[in-house]
C-alpha cells in the first residue's frame, strides 16, 4: 500500500474530526479547515491508489512477459530435443 493512501486517510479523518467538532462548537473557521484537510486527504488517498494501480500493472505486465519467455524457452528447448 503507496504511503500516499495511509497519509491520505490520515487527513481525511482528521478534517473530519475538526469539522465535526467545528459544527458542535459553532466554530466556522474550524468548519472550514476541517472540509479543506478532508479534501486534501481525499485526494492523496486517491493519488495513492492511482500509484498502486499502476504499480500493480506495470508487475502484472513484467509478470506476463516472464511468463511468455518461459512458453517461448520451453517451445525452443522441446524443438531442440525433437530434432
Known amino acids: 500500500m503507496d ?3 495511509v497519509e491520505g486517510k490520515v487527513k481525511d479523518v482528521a478534517g473530519r474530526v475538526e469539522r465535526q467538532v ?3 462548537t459553532g466554530d ?3 468548519q472550514v479547515h476541517g472540509v479543506a484537510k478532508q479534501a486534501e486527504g481525499k485526494v492523496q488517498n486517491t493519488w495513492g491508489k492511482a500509484k498502486d ?3 500493480s500493472a506495470t508487475d502484472q505486465a513484467a509478470n506476463d512477459v516472464d511468463t511468455n519467455a518461459d512458453v517461448e ?3 525452443v528447448n522441446s524443438e531442440k530435443k525433437a530434432s
Open 28 to 30: 466556522k473557521e474550524a
Open 73 to 75: 524457452d520451453r517451445k
Open 3 to 5: 504511503k500516499d493512501r
Open 53 to 55: 494501480a499502476a504499480r
Open 22 to 24: 467545528g459544527e458542535w
